[in-house]
């Protein structure tokens, strides 16, 4: 192949990947993974920030995962200082699934508390994949503070993000479980029963902890 043709192939590859059609940027994000080239990384990084289909920014995260870490690492951690949430999560995501813990000072209480939900859940997911050994009850703490946020989807990320990092958690869980929000208490207690029974389910959890907070409740106000 000559660097003329070469040179048009990635032409006709990064236009791929702004394409209207979405079945066109997918098959253009395979390609680009199936045979990466560092001349690729930059507009990986650039369209997962604006990619409006899960499935193409799916793939756009395998396609950078393909190129050299040296590569893609800054700018990744460049992204997840970005204004822009999907930016942000997106990247984070990648990291998450690059695994190396190079990017782990990235991972920021900011960023753990970020206010976008898709953001935050995706620092939880990335910190429990990323964090070094011996820092994982510190990340405990942290995480706990993110307990009653958000809706179900959002406290289930936590409750596994928390459950993945083990016995640790527990003291963080049973300093929350006596805080004065009823849903902080839930979510806390809830996540501990996960924590003993991972195959109780997310739901029959948060009810079991819904009927303690609830005669807690009762009881103080009866005693």
Do not use: Y
Request: charged share 25%.
């Amino acid at each position: 192949m000559t660097m003329r043709t070469q040179a048009t192939d990635v032409a006709r590859a990064l236009r791929a990947l702004e394409d209207g059609s979405a079945s066109v940027r997918l098959r253009a994000a395979l390609a680009v993974g199936t045979t990466p080239d560092p001349c690729f990384v930059d507009k990986l990084v650039e369209r997962s920030a604006v990619e409006p289909e899960f499935f193409v920014r799916d793939m756009l995260t395998w396609a950078l995962t393909r190129h050299p870490v040296s590569l893609t690492l800054p700018e990744l951690l460049r992204e997840v200082r970005s204004e822009h949430p999907q930016a942000r999560s997106q990247a984070l995501h990648t990291l998450s699934k690059i695994g190396d813990r190079a990017a782990w000072p990235a991972i920021t209480g900011a960023l753990l508390s970020d206010a976008d939900d898709e953001v935050a859940r995706s620092a939880w997911r990335a910190a429990v994949l990323l964090v070094p050994e011996g820092e994982e009850a510190a990340l405990a703490t942290v995480l706990a503070t993110q307990l009653g946020r958000g809706e179900r989807e959002t406290r289930l990320s936590l409750s596994r993000a928390l459950v993945a990092l083990g016995d640790v958690v527990v003291p963080a869980l049973r300093a929350a479980a006596t805080a004065p929000d009823p849903q902080v208490r839930t979510h806390a207690l809830a996540t501990e029963q996960l924590l003993n029974d991972p195959d109780m389910g997310f739901e029959s959890a948060i009810e079991e902890a819904k009927r303690v907070v609830a005669l807690d409740g009762w009881g103080q106000e009866g005693g």
